[in-house]
């Protein structure tokens, strides 16, 4: 099943376009808690109110062969309707990318993937041609405050001056004709995302950057929803995860991320 379809119908089935990074910190999480355990409760309370979850490769990678392990049980326990982005931010010249690509897709088993355009095309072909059924978020306009030092500086695409993050969305465009390319487009920029979106009202946006970053709900909706039940895919990690550091983890990520997925829908255009 290509990735965007299977999106779709896990957003029809949960009426939710709220994904949870599943990004473990051991230094937040509740005393003596294992990671592998930890996933799977917080699974377990939110599986019927998110459209996909997030796993940033970084958190595991930390803990070595163990926590890479870990990474493939969890994914392995998430209810199979429910797609998977992994969170690696690759993207390196064309063997190599082959390489993160068969890891990523055939190892772990991810539907999806964020990447690094900044090699250009043949760093990013590997895994959109070579994986037309996953899915593949360019990293456009990232959410942290440094975006702007390489991300806004201007750039000339056929005659035309742009910042540079807008000439990422207008290459990815060329790169699309597999029609399995979105954009990651961070929630802290909201004035940059109605642009992104005017330019590109099809192209499907991962929106990380609510909650403890600072991105708002209400704004990131009213700049970047289009027309597609997948045009837009807001994510949370810590609000959620550690909505409490006790025995109660679980349970209040459930009530986190039901309190998040209704205030993303007061918003929410629905197809």
């Known amino acids: 099943m290509k990735f965007f379809t299977k999106l779709d119908a896990c957003i029809k089935k949960n009426n939710s376009i709220l994904c949870v990074g599943l990004d473990p910190d051991p230094a937040l999480m509740p005393p003596n808690a294992d990671i592998l355990s930890f996933n799977k409760a917080i699974i377990d309370a939110t599986a019927d109110m998110v459209c996909a979850y997030k796993p940033n490769l970084a958190f595991y990678e930390a803990e070595g062969q163990r926590g890479w392990n870990i990474l493939k049980q969890s994914i392995n326990y998430i209810p199979k309707y429910i797609p998977v982005i992994a969170d690696a931010k690759r993207g390196d010249i064309g063997n190599t990318s082959k390489a993160y690509a068969r890891a990523i897709f055939e190892d772990l088993g991810a539907d999806a993937i964020t990447v690094n355009p900044y090699l250009g095309f043949d760093s990013i072909e590997p895994f959109t041609n070579g994986y037309p059924d996953k899915g593949v978020f360019i990293l ?132």
């Open 140 to 271: 456009c306009r990232t959410s942290n405050k440094g975006a702007a030092d390489f991300q806004s500086l201007s750039v000339t695409i056929s005659g035309i001056e742009m910042p540079l993050y807008q000439a990422v969305a207008h290459k990815a465009k060329t790169w699309n004709s597999l029609n399995n390319i979105g954009l990651v487009v961070g929630a802290t920029y909201p004035a940059e995302m109605a642009r992104l979106r005017h330019a590109h009202p099809g192209v499907p946006f991962l929106v990380p950057g609510v909650g403890t970053q600072g991105g708002d709900i209400k704004q990131v909706l009213e700049a970047g929803q289009s027309a597609s039940d997948h045009g837009i895919i807001i994510n949370s990690s810590r609000q959620i995860l550690y909505a409490s550091r006790g025995m109660d983890f679980a349970k209040a990520a459930a009530h986190a991320a039901e309190a998040l997925r209704q205030e993303i829908n007061l918003y929410r255009l629905v197809s």
